[in-house]
């Protein structure tokens, strides 16, 4: 299974609507790879019902890309949507369904008023948490503290993910935020859900990404991508420190590519919340337990340290447009494995991407190798 | 003496969850009716500064691990000396849980609400002894 093409938009606050945002990636990503005509259109949105208030999302992208004889299905995991999407491409095309397929997610949500915003992304708590007030930071913090606890997890080490993914964003013309903050601004910053504060959490962009999957071979493979589950409800849960859904499709992914995660040397990880960062890198296996906070705060995670991780700036400074962010984590690493991220390039053959599904129920792991 | 609250068992693996659920989480299979002592505790817990619509802020949430295994979410109306392994006492008002960590004056105001009946308003009075008790020695253990 090979990569043929990505592309994305900036992400931030954009003024077009969700339509123009999906075409303008699905666009680069189709020029990129040089193909008009995919067999197959696989699109990501997690609520643009109640975002933009249209709906049948797969025939709209379709028409809207002069795609409409293209049979289109609409894909939907919560805030990992994205690569839920990418799945549906990789599936059919190994079953031998069609040979061209374009991904293509996307949110439009900075036009909506904050708490309506977090309202909607609350859709994906469990309904009898989310009766109680919880939120996404309200569940991320409860987390936190227990891996505080529990982990030892402290609060400069996940502050510092905040300030790499800052430096490495200011690096990123496709990043929301491009300026770099300083340790003591993140530490400072307003409480949101003790003990997280704003600065620990993403921010709410608009933005889509795209990807063409192809059979025919290409410069980049997915070597090898799997899903994760766990349960919606936290209180289900017997651990609040690692998530399982993450462990699993790690599991499955190293088994399909044949390697573990010795051989990854980039990851694109799902920060939503900075914490979320030290403890996927501990799920996926590229930092042993416990080890992640120290890790980041000797460099090692920065570009140009041993294993690069969010050289894009992450979800915290790249930005989270909810159904294109792990599209968006792909397109990176395509980039970076083909010497095409300019201004923040690491050296690396085999890349790791990780997207979180509401609060890690439904998680994804994807392997890219760069071809000999 | 204590009430217990509502609570469902999965035959298979014998998982407690509140409140009743018909289908095990991890099984499709029907669960059985339980109870659960309303004593368990503090898994973790966060304040909202900006909760969503229809809550107060400061909103303080907590998970919290009853006896018998099974986690339940909580209200509490403070989290001051509240840490991580905290004893606690649980209560439902109107179908909503909240975990005691409460002052009097708190406590005293949810079994009002909830007591009806004169006869109801002695039985929670006792209970709020009783429950004041638990909390002392909790906070002692500390």
Known sequence: MWIAGAGMTRFGRRDENLPDLMAEAALLAMEDAGIDQPDALMVAAMNPEEFTGAGNYGSLIATRLG???VPAVRVETATSSGVAAVYAAFAA??????RAVLVVG???MTH????RVSDIIGRSIDPHEKSYGATMPALAGLITRAAMHRRGLTLKEFSQVAVKNHANGARNPFAHFQEEVTLDAVMASRL????????HCCPISDGGAALLLTADRRAVRIAGIGQGADTIAIRYRTDLTTFRATQAAAEVAYRMAGFGAERVEVAEIHDAFTPFELISLEDTGLVPPGKAGRATLDGETAIGGRLPVNPSGGLKARGHPLAATGISQIVELCWQLRGRAEGRQVEARVGLAQSI?????NNWVTLLEARR | MVELLAASRCPRCRRLVVPPASLCPDHPVRMEAAGVAPLGEVVSFTTLHSPPE???APLHLALIELQGGARLFCHGTATEGVKIGSHVSVEAVDSVFYFSHMGVADRARLFWRRAGARGERIASIGKSVVKGVWNRRSRGDQ
Request: glycine residues 16%; aromatic residues 6%.
């Open chain 1, 106 to 108: 996307g949110e439009k």
């Open chain 1, 112 to 115: 909506v008023p904050t708490p």
């Open chain 1, 192 to 199: 949101v859900a003790d003990p997280l504060r704003l600065f």
């Open chain 1, 67 to 69: 795609l409409s004889h």
């Open chain 1, 357 to 361: 599904g509401g609060l890690a129920t």
């Open chain 1, 93 to 98: 095309i190994a079953a031998g369904l069609h």
């Open chain 2, 54 to 56: 229809g809550f107060r």
